[in-house]
């Protein structure tokens, strides 16, 4: 893939770790496309079934690279366009074609792209020295990698615009307060928590998980009526297959299922 990226898996939970740490693990293209060949992999294996995210050294990523920014690059539009539809935004699109689960674990900071990048994953996890800041209006730009998108879903039209207008910093409480995390760790047990998370939620029917995260996405773009119809042939296919059977007779047995995909 790349050697900014450190990918691994065991025990049916992928780890991909941005690895530039003498750069706040701030990305590259290469990186981001990293990424991106690391989830296809995820995908094609049975042996994955959720996915954690998280950065090497003291922070998870300070965003783009700001030394390649500036009059020196050529700034021509449909160049810059071009880059941050292919690049920039290369991750959170296949993020959201993605159907396991996604899990960031937030280790420092997660500033501009990189505050991106936990953004666009299904559930953020944080440790308590993680800060978290949208500083595009600082530069004079705007959150390419999906912060317009992904922050006001999260946690509100008006809090969403204060925070990308001001660039103001949050700190793991506050993000845990305003709903931007799920839990707040201390910082020498933030893996080990995100990974117990993950190997809860691997260990439960992986079609059923699959077409959970497949309906919520669903249904926030839809209304009820479409969103109903939808659950319906979702359940339709997932009660067809054999996993469904093991689940119940897992759960009447009082045991943990052995489940297989279908």
Same mark, same amino acid.
């Given at each position: 893939?790349?050697? #900014?990226?450190?990918?691994?898996?065991?025990?049916?939970?992928?780890?991909?770790?941005?690895?530039?740490?003498?750069?706040?693990?701030?990305?590259?293209?290469?990186?981001?496309?990293?990424?991106?060949?690391?989830?296809?992999?995820?995908?094609?294996?049975?042996?994955?079934?959720?996915?954690?995210?998280?950065?090497?050294?003291?922070?998870?990523?300070?965003?783009?690279?700001?030394?390649?920014?500036?009059?020196?690059?050529? /700034?021509?539009?449909?160049?810059?366009? @071009?880059?941050?539809?292919?690049?920039?935004?290369?991750?959170?699109?296949?993020?959201?074609? #993605?159907?396991?689960?996604?899990?960031?674990?937030?280790?420092?900071?997660?500033?501009?792209?990189?505050?991106?990048?936990?953004?666009?994953?299904?559930?953020?996890?944080?440790?308590?020295?993680?800060?978290?800041?949208?500083?595009? $209006?600082?530069?004079?730009?705007?959150?390419?990698?999906?912060?317009?998108?992904?922050?006001?879903?999260?946690?509100?039209?008006?809090?969403?615009?204060?925070?990308?207008? @001001?660039?103001?910093?949050?700190?793991?409480?506050? $993000?845990?307060?305003?709903?931007?995390?799920?839990?707040?760790?201390?910082?020498?047990?933030?893996?080990?928590?995100?990974?117990?998370? $993950?190997?809860?939620?691997?260990?439960?029917?992986?079609?059923?998980?699959?077409?959970?995260?497949?309906?919520?996405?669903?249904?926030?773009?839809?209304?009820? $009526? @479409?969103? #109903?119809?939808?659950?319906?042939?979702?359940?339709?296919?997932?009660?067809?297959?054999?996993?469904?059977?093991?689940?119940?007779?897992?759960? /009447?047995?009082?045991?943990?299922?052995?489940?297989?995909?279908?």
């Amino acid at each position: 893939m790349t050697d #900014f990226l450190i990918f691994e898996v065991a025990d049916g939970i992928a780890t991909m770790t941005m690895n530039r740490p003498e750069k706040l693990n701030a990305f590259t293209d290469e990186m981001l496309h990293g990424l991106v060949a690391a989830l296809d992999e995820c995908d094609a294996r049975d042996d994955v079934r959720a996915v954690i995210l998280t950065g090497a050294g003291r922070g998870f990523s300070s965003g783009g690279d700001i030394g390649g920014m500036g009059e020196a690059t050529d /700034r021509r539009p449909h160049l810059t366009k @071009t880059h941050i539809w292919n690049d920039i935004q290369a991750f959170p699109k296949r993020a959201a074609r #993605f159907e396991k689960p996604l899990i960031a674990a937030i280790n420092g900071a997660a500033i501009g792209g990189g505050m991106d990048l936990a953004l666009a994953c299904d559930i953020r996890i944080a440790g308590e020295s993680a800060r978290f800041s949208e500083t595009y $209006a600082k530069i004079g730009l705007l959150p390419g990698g999906g912060g317009a998108y992904f922050l006001p879903r999260l946690v509100g039209k008006a809090r969403a615009l204060e925070l990308l207008w @001001t660039a103001d910093f949050l700190d793991a409480a506050a $993000a845990l307060e305003i709903g931007l995390v799920n839990h707040v760790y201390p910082d020498d047990q933030l893996l080990e928590e995100a990974t117990k998370l $993950a190997k809860r939620i691997a260990a439960m029917p992986p079609l059923s998980i699959r077409l959970i995260k497949r309906l919520v996405s669903q249904s926030i773009e839809s209304d009820m $009526a @479409t969103a #109903f119809d939808l659950v319906s042939s979702h359940i339709a296919v997932a009660r067809a297959g054999n996993d469904h059977v093991e689940a119940i007779n897992a759960f /009447r047995e009082k045991r943990a299922g052995k489940y297989e995909g279908y």
